[in-house]
């Protein structure tokens, strides 16, 4: 069974760091691409950054130039480094990786459990 768990969310003044790891488990194929979703009260979920097997990197025209997504490809880890955080960066951060478990022909979408980032004074 192949699982992804998020860790690192906690509360933080205005302007401090975070750091969000995303570990993925199990039997592994390969890991597609891995990413950082977020979903705040009242709004839908929204795309943070994202990296791929071949090394590119988006990220949400909000968060440019504050957060980095990173890997370490021989721990199926993802990582969110979250960098002069704003209030407005409140949410449920959620990991996302599309993962092709061993002996499986697809890949999968999977989700972590979600971990909150809370930014205010």
């Known amino acids: 069974q192949v699982h992804v768990v998020e860790s690192g969310g906690g509360s933080v003044q205005p302007g401090g760091s975070l750091r969000l790891s995303c570990v993925a488990s199990?039997?592994?194929?390969?890991?597609?691409?891995m990413g950082w979703y977020r979903q705040a009260p009242g709004k839908q979920r929204e795309l943070v950054a994202a990296?791929?097997?071949?090394?590119?990197?988006n990220y949400a025209d909000s968060v440019k130039g504050r957060f980095t997504i990173s890997r370490d490809n021989a721990k199926n880890t993802v990582y969110l480094q979250m960098n002069s955080l704003k209030p407005e960066d409140t949410a449920v951060y959620y990991c996302?990786?599309?993962?092709?478990?061993?002996?499986?022909?697809?890949?999968?979408?999977?989700w972590g459990q979600g971990t909150q980032v809370t930014v205010s004074s």
């Open positions: 996302n990786a599309l993962i092709t478990p061993y002996g499986e022909v697809w890949a999968s979408n999977y």
């Open positions: 199990g039997i592994i194929y390969s890991i597609d691409a």
């Open positions: 990296t791929t097997n071949r090394g590119s990197t």
